[in-house]
């Protein structure tokens, strides 16, 4: 027993000695990059006086000059300022101060490097997470609105907007310099819709489409375009036709239609000018059927999203919702006109039809960003045959 209890003593003496040996961890020493951080430049250089204004207000300028953190930087200069409507620090000032930081917070993207050689040019383009946080309902602080850098040749966008100056040197990231602010999305798809009275027949056809289905889950158009618990990760581009575009169409169908059983001008155009008259609501009767909308619809939304500057300058076949069901199908014919680095102009040509749509442009250019895509209101509706 007492040999015993001595080679326990031994082995926890010699326990504790080995223990005693073992060094206390020592934290890697990391050197703090050389050279100027964004803040510094941004502090310094009077071209971005109205961003230094906007970020101080905010409360960022400080995490944009530390030089132990990495950005990348999507910068407005006073010029971009000035041409997206903010050209004083007094209207910085009018902005409530949420709404600023949002905005700002979207123009970073935290803990990346950026470089213009990392931006693909092929398509879909890129998506990157930026500082802004998904609102209520979303609990999680990892859910954040995407911003989508894009390149072509030597020309490059952040979304919609062109890079004026890109890899801008710092010591924490890398700065680009851009044309405009880079507004971040406010709404869903099917809420931008749905509020634009020049999409009332869109609005209809969307509901017919989802005829017996739930629309609160998948494979109904309305869970796909209005849900915002899947927005966060959610890419669509939606052809939006105006009203006039499907009043066109009905009236079209309406008058062939009746002519080809009657034989009478006047009764077809009659008959036709009275299915219009009707409104979005000829959509729900008996004339079109539940399958003929839900194709259609489904021929004006891809699965990405897309913003002009994306598409090439000569038309480019992208497939549709329709290719999940018919995967040859050529999808639709899209192009882009490109002017001092704005899109000024969209077409897109559906199979059936005889000329192309074009996306009808607002102040602001062809593109009509929402949280979970991108529209384009066009004035035809396109024809998958």
Known sequence: MKKIVSYSLVALLLLSSCNKDISAPVPNSFPTPTGQSIGDIIN??????????????????????????????FAPSNAAFTASGIPSTAVIDAVPLAQLTAIL??????????????????????????????????????????IFPSRRGSAAWANNIPVTAADIAVANGVMHQVAAIVAPPTKLLLDTIKNDPDLDYLEAALVRADSGLS?????????????????????????????????ALIYFLVY??????????????????????????????????TALVRGVVAYHVLTQRAFAVNFPGTATNY????????????????????????????????????????????AAGVDRPAINGVFYKINQVLLPQ
Do not use: C, E, W
């Open 105 to 146: 917070s979207y123009h970073l993207i935290p803990g990346q490097k950026v470089s213009s050689a990392g931006i693909t040019t092929t398509f879909p383009n890129v998506q990157m997470p930026t500082g802004l946080i998904f609102p209520a309902p979303n609990t999680n602080p990892l859910a954040r609105f995407s």
């Open 215 to 247: 629309t609160t889950s998948a494979p109904s158009f309305q869970y796909y375009l209005g849900n915002a618990a899947i927005a966060p990760g959610a890419n669509f581009t939606v052809f939006a036709p105006n009203n006039a575009a499907f009043q």
């Open 44 to 73: 310094t250089d009077a071209n971005y006086s109205l961003l230094k204004h906007a970020l101080t207000r905010a409360g960022l300028l400080t995490a944009v000059t530390n030089k132990n953190s990495v950005f990348t930087l």
């Open 256 to 289: 062939q239609q009746v002519f080809a059983l009657t034989g009478s001008a006047a009764t077809a155009d009659a008959q036709a000018n009275g299915a219009v008259a009707a409104g979005p609501a000829f959509l729900a009767t008996n004339n079109v059927t």
């Open 319 to 362: 497939p549709t919702f329709v290719n999940a069901s018919i995967p040859a199908h050529p999808g639709v014919a899209v192009s882009s006109t490109i002017t001092g680095g704005f899109a000024t102009g969209l077409s897109v040509k559906g199979v059936g039809n005889p000329s192309a749509a074009s996306a009808i442009p607002t």
